[in-house]
């Protein structure tokens, strides 16, 4: 079935790449829709088994794959609405879903590879149409930013690579050289601990990229800016866990090692810098998307210090990065509205949103809170465990300035987000902005209520599967 | 003859860092792609023939003719000047590449492991560290990306170091090389070459975040 899936993917996605006409290309969208939903049915169906040899239907896998179809079907939903609004020829349209397509089964298969190298190969997958999608709108500004884009995956993946080389030469004295984690986790004993240090050195290093963390996190500032908001949707949440799985599959075997606490003090000082680095671009940006960017980059970091600290944060860890793709793709497909009534996505043009779109301005004000772990979203839950967890691990001092740093977030978050919603702009012309649909932010509700359901009343199945991702963890 | 080989490898790179024209780094280039082909040639004795064949061809079409035409190609097309404008002097980069090497030398010195030749830790690794510094330290967009080219011959480099054990990585190496090549060279470079006339990274500074 995985085969099936991914081989009618990539058929669909050829099929769209060629096809001109508007309904062949609306029939396939919705067919891949369902494809998606017939395909995620089918994994919890096979929960725990390998299909393919390449693919483990794991806890980790088959969570981030559920919410990737939650995510995907709102995204092709938005994604339509945005292509017939901008009157787009049929090439770019044909070129649009065809990478969208694209990028949703590379994501999908590479959360359920159980080997190194497929993870990788997928990961590779996902650069080329996501670049596509960056380059949507052919223009100078796209330009540049798809360039930096794929130049800095390209050095990335390049860099994932090169540790995969490295974990096989660690592998080397235990004579075997399947690099499947499986084999890797048997044989987790006679790994040679200076290559398995480059090696995990090199691979979290290359999938920052992905994840969003300091040293690789500029390259995804200016892909989600630049990409049409439903792409970006995809790029700031699902695409994000990609990274996550690659780094949490590597980590769960350095666990196992001497060189756990090594590993730990690495992760907490990435994730410590882009709290960091999040929070000084936050307080000075006025692009409303990078904003939603660089609060990404500060959640990665949060989810990064649940996992070295372990204990109940492995937990929180994995609950924060579901929950924050829920609230930040929500927060994306918003975005679009917003910029259809004003036309710009600068904060000095952008005010007094609810008069003009009252149902979009409580999305956006529902997701600020839900973005700032406010509490009665779902992120407050994890976050404050995330914060127990790093308590009860003695990292008082840690644990102050990262308090301190998210209120700086918040206050520069909350500052841009109400003057969005209720300070007007001087000089606007409002005969010019259009009536917008209530019924198009409803996805968005959904997805924000789902975010706050999963993390006050998480049903015992979805615990479940998270405590069996991270028992193999040391606690 | 393999460490000869690799030895040579490592003064193309201290070569480079003083050059002064954008042409000695394309020929360098595909230098390289031949000192690559003659090391699979020496080193992979225990992959399948059809297989050995497919990555012999790969270096030297691709590595040693392709991407070197092509580059030169490109270079003539955009009218990029032939200096290669870097922010430091070139004294300076050849003593900070020569540090690089001794550096990794020292390192690989430390290594108790009997299972890999140090040389091809040693080359690939301070051509990793190489090509990140010709991609921080010059001007122009092409001498990024051939900087990225020097360092996925490092790592092709490395990926022979295990290529007895499992052919299917350098496989994978080759499939990197193809992908990420085709991806920025062939579209990107082609692109950026006809929407900015003069092919600078300072022109690439227009997203901001205000």
Known sequence: ??????????????????????????????????????????????????????????????????????????????SYIYIRRHDETPQSRAIYFSAMVFLIASISAAYLANHIAVIWIFTEMTTLSASMLIYHHRNKLALEGTWKYVFICAISITFVFIGILFLSLSLQASGSNDLSFANLMANKDKLNPFWLRLAFLFIFTGFTAKLGLVPMYTAGIDAKDKAPAPAGALLASVLMNLGFVGIFRTYTIIAQTPLFHWANLIIFIAAFLSIFVATVYMTKVLNIKRMFAYSGIEHMGIVMLGIAAGGIGYYAAILHIILHAFVKSSLFFQFNQLYRTFQSKSMPYVGNYFKYNPAGAIVLLLGFISATAMPPSGLFVSEFLIFRSLFEANYIILLIVVLVLLTIVIWAFGKNILKILFIPVQGLDETKIPKINPWESLTQYLLLFTAVWFGLNPPSIFVQLIQDAVKILPH | MTNVLLIIFIISLLYVSIANRIITYVRVLALQGFILFGVTYLQLQSVQTWNLVLILLETIVFKAIAVPVFLSYLIKRNKITRETEPYLPHFISLIIITLIVVITVLLANSIKDTHLDKIFFIVSLSTLFTGLYFIASRKKIITHVMGYLMIENGVFVLSLAVGNEMPNLVNLGIMLDVFASVLILGIFLNKIGDVFKAVDVDQLSNLKDY
Do not use: E
Request: proline share 1%.
């Open chain 1, 1 to 78: 079935m995985t085969g099936i899936y991914l081989i009618s993917a990539f058929i669909i996605a050829g099929l769209l790449f060629v096809n001109r006409k508007t309904l062949f290309n609306n029939i396939l969208v919705i067919i891949f829709g369902l494809v998606q939903i017939v395909f995620t049915i089918y994994a919890c169906l096979n929960y725990k088994n390998v299909v393919l040899q390449y693919f483990t239907i794991d806890s980790l896998g088959l969570l981030l794959l559920m919410t990737l179809s939650i995510i995907a079907i709102p995204a092709l939903f938005h």
